[in-house]
């Protein structure tokens, strides 16, 4: 028997808000590594992997916050939590493989086009890894046309997150190109589901190990969540990137301008000393052979 296949169990509330945390992934990961380079004295590395890290966190949770509002009417859900935990550490890791790419080696067309494939075939990889941490009383099943679409699309949107990572520098840009990036992963997410179809077992199935939705997802999405509120601070408090490159030269230059000025050498010094004593000494200026 063929599911009922429903990815919008609560409406347009789990879209919008996975719609909105891989906004927020998205700007926090562009807004740390264009701290890269706006200073050559940042660290970079620590820079790239929490950039790396914002972005990975903020696709993961968009998928899993969306897979809450996906049912199957004629049957349970559960989810295997090691195969959760370990789509997060994928998602993780392949955007931080193309971030260090560009972030290194530069955006040459070649460099982009490989770390946006290897990135966009990651970020494919942890949908369906998390897809396949989904149990149910039945089996599911892909086409194969809309998957490969879902795949050219999540390489599409990496390579322009990468591109845009490295070339949009200012606060505004990188925010329109976040919402962009939201729009491309999200729509990836659901041209993925799209694929989806579950040809449902006769009977109740038993029962399986794993957790409800509600019972797994939520407590796993709330770590990635505070770890983004985190990073915001950090980005937040960052005086670099709240003043961004210019002012900050400015700033520096100014408190430069303005500083007291320092004490004039000693040599400078000993002669006012010295004059300033003369009329008080009346021996100061006469010969020594007239002193009697």
């Given at each position: 028997?063929?599911?009922?296949?429903?990815?919008?169990?609560?409406?347009?509330?789990?879209?919008?808000?996975?719609?909105?945390?891989?906004?927020?992934?998205?700007?926090?990961?562009?807004?740390?590594?264009?701290?890269?380079?706006?200073?050559?004295?940042?660290?970079?590395?620590?820079?790239?992997?929490?950039?790396?890290?914002?972005?990975?966190?903020?696709?993961?949770?968009?998928?899993?916050?969306?897979?809450?509002?996906?049912?199957?009417?004629?049957?349970?859900?559960?989810?295997?939590?090691?195969?959760t935990v370990l789509s997060l550490a994928v998602a993780v890791v392949v955007v931080?493989?193309?971030?260090?790419?560009?972030?290194?080696?530069?955006?040459?067309?070649?460099?982009?086009?490989?770390?946006?494939?290897?990135?966009?075939?990651?970020v494919a990889a942890m949908h369906y890894l998390g897809m396949a941490a989904l149990?149910?009383?039945?089996?599911?099943?892909?086409?194969?046309?809309?998957?490969?679409?879902?795949?050219?699309?999540?390489?599409?949107?990496?390579?322009?997150?990468?591109?845009?990572?490295?070339?949009?520098?200012?606060?505004?840009?990188?925010?329109?190109?976040?919402?962009?990036?939201?729009?491309?992963?999200?729509?990836?997410?659901?041209?993925?589901?799209?694929?989806?179809?579950?040809?449902?077992?006769?009977?109740?199935?038993?029962?399986?190990?794993?957790?409800?939705?509600?019972?797994?997802?939520?407590?796993?999405?709330?770590?990635?969540?505070?770890?983004?509120?985190?990073?915001?601070?950090?980005?937040?408090?960052?005086?670099?990137?709240?003043?961004?490159?210019?002012?900050?030269?400015?700033?520096?230059?100014?408190?430069?301008?303005?500083?007291?000025?320092?004490?004039?050498?000693?040599?400078?010094?000993?002669?006012?000393?010295?004059?300033?004593?003369?009329?008080?000494?009346?021996?100061?200026?006469?010969?020594?052979?007239?002193?009697r």
């Amino acid at each position: 028997m063929e599911g009922t296949v429903d990815g919008f169990r609560y409406g347009a509330v789990t879209p919008v808000a996975a719609y909105l945390m891989a906004c927020l992934g998205g700007a926090l990961g562009l807004r740390c590594i264009v701290r890269t380079l706006l200073s050559a004295q940042s660290w970079k590395a620590g820079w790239l992997a929490l950039g790396a890290a914002s972005i990975g966190c903020g696709i993961w949770t968009m998928h899993f916050i969306a897979m809450i509002g996906f049912q199957v009417v004629e049957t349970r859900i559960r989810y295997d939590a090691g195969l959760t935990v370990l789509s997060l550490a994928v998602a993780v890791v392949v955007v931080g493989i193309g971030v260090f790419i560009v972030g290194y080696r530069g955006a040459s067309p070649l460099n982009l086009s490989f770390a946006g494939a290897v990135t966009g075939l990651g970020v494919a990889a942890m949908h369906y890894l998390g897809m396949a941490a989904l149990h149910l009383n039945g089996t599911i099943r892909y086409d194969a046309a809309v998957v490969a679409l879902s795949v050219v699309i999540a390489i599409v949107a990496a390579t322009a997150a990468l591109w845009a990572a490295v070339t949009i520098r200012g606060f505004l840009t990188s925010l329109g190109a976040s919402l962009i990036m939201g729009v491309a992963v999200t729509g990836m997410h659901y041209t993925g589901m799209a694929a989806v179809s579950v040809h449902v077992h006769d009977g109740t199935g038993g029962s399986w190990a794993g957790g409800s939705p509600s019972s797994l997802l939520l407590p796993m999405l709330l770590g990635p969540a505070i770890f983004l509120l985190l990073a915001g601070v950090v980005v937040m408090f960052d005086p670099l990137l709240v003043l961004g490159d210019g002012d900050w030269n400015r700033t520096s230059a100014s408190t430069a301008h303005t500083a007291p000025p320092s004490d004039p050498p000693f040599e400078d010094q000993e002669p006012r000393v010295i004059h300033a004593r003369a009329p008080q000494d009346p021996h100061w200026a006469a010969p020594h052979g007239r002193q009697r």
